[in-house]
């Protein structure tokens, strides 16, 4: 689950269902034969901000909002791009607060806020951001992201590895993703999480645990991701082929892997 937005900087390195849109061209795809292992981000793959949490949060400024899984989809791709378009070429980190406005201005037009109601969202979502975690924001579950995560699961050997708050193995275990080793759930090999070992993607350092326990090349081991500041980039900085997930297709002008969910990485490697 990614909640950068308010951890220190760890590194000096710092950067940062259904389908939805199409995928990029298979002459981008890496061959399954060429996957001997999957490691995978935890927000925006597996979860995104919860509804209820983010309608509490502006309801203190007098902000009423009511959205569903598939808005609140929409809203964090939406503010994934417009992280890409912040971070993708510029110095600035995604351990500064301050590029997630833009990330929420995006993310609450998304959700059809305009005028003052859209100031106050952003500035009571920065403002929750100041104060506390945001362990209890990043808990909406992607069904379908689940069920497909477990059937690679079943294929290959796989890991996590997140730039999180320190709390990622609780976080799958009490989500219903995976734990280290065997288990109820699915076992993968490592949950790396970027507080915990003090090392954030894009850094490349960050994947070496992971690779490490499951015993594969870097150049065999895909990973799975939604920003291109921090996954792409981290991943490749690490050697690892890479795909972005991008439903709604914000990244359509880039030269990298693209599918619009776990279901259609699910159905490559199948």
Known sequence: MRQPENRRPLSCDDG???VYGPAMPSSAAVHPGDVDAVVFD???VLVVPAPGAIARIVADVGVVLDFDDHAARRAHYAGVAAL???LVDGPLSEADRSVWSNYDEAYFLALGLTGARLEAAVEAR???RAVGDSADVWTHV???NRAAFHAIAERRA??????NNGTAIEQCRDMGFCQIGPGPLASVAAIVDSTVVGIAKPDPRIFAPAIEAL???PARTLYVGDTVHADVHGARAAGMPVVQLDPFD????????RLPDLVALRDHLA
């Open 16 to 18: 940062i269902g259904a």
């Open 42 to 44: 935890m927000g925006g």
């Open 84 to 86: 890409t378009a912040r």
């Open 126 to 128: 920065q403002a929750h």
């Open 142 to 144: 992607l069904e379908d």
């Open 158 to 163: 796989v890991a996590v590895v997140t730039n």
């Open 215 to 217: 015993g594969t090349e």
């Open 250 to 257: 914000h990244h359509a002008d880039h030269d990298h892997w």
